[in-house]
């Protein structure tokens, strides 16, 4: 099973991303938070494969939790980090890169991208 936990500040989005989620078969959906702090805080005390991290959150942002997990694997071990956001431009494509993005979406455009990327990880881990 892909452990997913989501970072998103909408708790629209949340509701509908963690419905799609745990319809996924091999996909254990761990939960949400809207903020850099309850993320980091949650993320410690468990672990997951892969994070969905928004840009925009209600506290601190999603660069610091891609800076976070990229500089402290001791605490949140290496999980792969997928960027879905509103500022889906170049510059900040690269940021994100620089943090250790894995994937990068467009909240308007790619959420069916986003879906079949996690698709893919748990496909992989499950082979692997």
Do not use: W
């Not at 078969?25 to 410690?44: N, V």
């Not at 997928?82 to 690269?94: D, E, G, S």
């Amino acid at each position: 099973m892909l452990k997913v936990f989501l970072i998103e500040d909408s708790e629209l989005l949340q509701e509908l991303l963690s419905d799609m989620l745990s319809e996924l078969e091999g996909i254990d959906f761990c939960g949400c938070a809207d903020g850099e702090a309850e993320a980091l805080r949650r993320l410690a005390e468990t672990p997951v494969d892969l994070v969905i991290i928004d840009i925009e959150l209600k506290q601190g942002s999603g660069i610091g939790v891609l800076d976070a997990l990229q500089t402290d694997s001791g605490r949140y071990g290496n999980p792969r980090k997928a960027v879905l956001t509103n500022y889906a431009h170049a510059t900040m494509r690269q940021r994100c890169e620089h943090f250790g993005m894995d994937a990068f979406f467009d909240k308007s455009l790619h959420i069916n991208q986003l879906i079949d990327y996690v698709v893919d990880a748990a496909h992989t881990k499950s082979t692997s």
